[in-house]
């Protein structure tokens, strides 16, 4: 059953901590990203990559970053963790053009 | 830069209606469409895609999409809708070759009513 796990499901942060969103995949896809959703405004890529330790910029990485040692999985990072970094978090992986997505994780930065 | 845009935030229809979810995009080169699906508090799931062939293509549950160059558009169908395919529609669209790279737009919501 091909999957994208992510952990962990709901978060709440104060602003300032650091945050690790992580990601797992067992399709063995090479390509992974993280996008985040807010109201209105669809999904906005933050990273993409490639394959281990080849990864690329988004439209909105500013605040992030992301981490990936092992294909499978796809580590996002928040350091100093602010309040407009509050969303929905998703980590999808991608083969020939489908992309399949996680469940998001719901960051509340306080 | 390429944009895709949903110009109807909200449509809703009764049980058994056709509905059709709008999707433009404004890019001069070879692209690469695709729907998803969002049920509320889940992730996307993936409806059907398009690059080339028929531009009538069919995906899961019923849905079909019709590409049109000449228009920009890439509108997602269905004949007879069900309650169950009240959520929220995403078209993506990406460049090729880096169809990996794919761009979203804000979504519809679609809600069915009995």
């Known amino acids: 059953d091909m999957k994208v796990t992510q952990m962990p499901r709901y978060l709440i942060k104060r602003m300032g901590e650091n945050v690790l969103l992580e990601c797992g995949q067992d399709?063995?896809?090479?390509?992974m990203y993280w996008y985040r959703q807010d109201p209105g405004l669809g999904l906005q890529l933050i990273y993409i990559s490639y394959d281990v330790d080849s990864n690329s910029e988004g439209d909105i990485p500013k605040g992030y970053r992301v981490s990936r040692k092992k294909r499978e999985h796809f580590s996002l990072i928040l350091d100093s963790a602010k309040t407009n970094q509050t969303s929905v978090y998703f980590c999808?992986?991608?083969?020939?053009?489908?992309?399949?997505f996680g469940k998001g994780t719901r960051l509340t930065v306080v | 830069t390429q944009t895709v845009s949903q110009s109807d935030a909200h449509v809703t229809v009764f049980e058994g209606d056709s509905v059709e979810l709008r999707c433009n995009y404004s890019y001069g080169g070879s692209i690469y469409l695709s729907w998803y699906i969002q049920h509320h508090g889940r992730g996307l799931q993936f409806l059907l895609k398009?690059?080339?062939?028929?531009?009538v293509v069919q995906g899961v549950n019923g849905f079909e999409a019709e590409f049109s160059k000449s228009d920009s558009s890439f509108h997602l169908r269905k004949a007879s809708v069900h309650w169950s395919d009240s959520a929220v529609y995403f078209c993506?669209?990406?460049?090729?070759?880096?169809?990996?790279?794919?761009?979203f737009g804000s979504g519809t919501k679609l809600t069915v009513e009995p």
């Open positions: 399709m063995s896809h090479e390509t």
């Open positions: 398009y690059y080339s062939g028929n531009p």
């Open positions: 993506a669209a990406s460049l090729m070759p880096n169809y990996n790279v794919l761009y």
């Open positions: 999808a992986s991608s083969l020939l053009g489908e992309v399949f």
